[in-house]
């Protein structure tokens, strides 16, 4: 069982910058893949980015390539989302997210937050222009 829990939301102006933290708890975060998603008012849930177990291994969505970059701290639990060059569309609410990945291997990550199986509550990202 893996709890995971966001900060770092808040209001920011248009090209300035936030950093995500996703806190898990447990002993066994190494062995989860982490992923980034985030929803807007009235969208679907999107993927952002996601981080293999090892850290080795990561993936962006092409809305935020070159401008968000996804990172993980194995021994402090904790997954990170530096935002640079915000804009007023990424304006959302934005959850980690883990996919337990025994027998898969360190380097596997998804996109798909159905393969997810612990999601956090959410922090809001607001983007003023």
């Known amino acids: 069982q893996v709890q995971l829990v966001e900060s770092g939301g808040g209001l920011v102006q248009a090209g300035g910058s936030l950093r995500l933290s996703c806190a898990a708890s447990?002993?066994?975060?190494?062995?989860?893949?982490m992923g980034w998603f985030r929803q807007a008012p009235g969208k679907e849930r999107e993927f952002v980015a996601a981080?293999?177990?090892?850290?080795?291994?990561?993936y962006y969505a092409d809305s935020v390539k070159g401008r968000f970059t996804i990172s993980r701290d194995n021994a402090k639990n904790t997954v990170y989302l530096q935002m640079n060059s915000l804009k007023a569309e990424d304006t959302a609410v934005y959850y980690c997210?883990?996919?337990?990945?025994?027998?898969?291997?360190?380097?596997?990550?998804?996109?798909?937050?159905?393969?997810?199986?612990?999601w956090g509550l959410g922090t809001q990202v607001t983007v003023s222009s």
């Open positions: 447990g002993r066994t975060f190494s062995n989860y893949a």
């Open positions: 997210a883990g996919d337990q990945t025994l027998y898969r291997g360190t380097y596997y990550l998804t996109i798909e937050p159905s393969n997810y199986d612990y």
């Open positions: 981080c293999s177990s090892n850290g080795g291994r990561t």
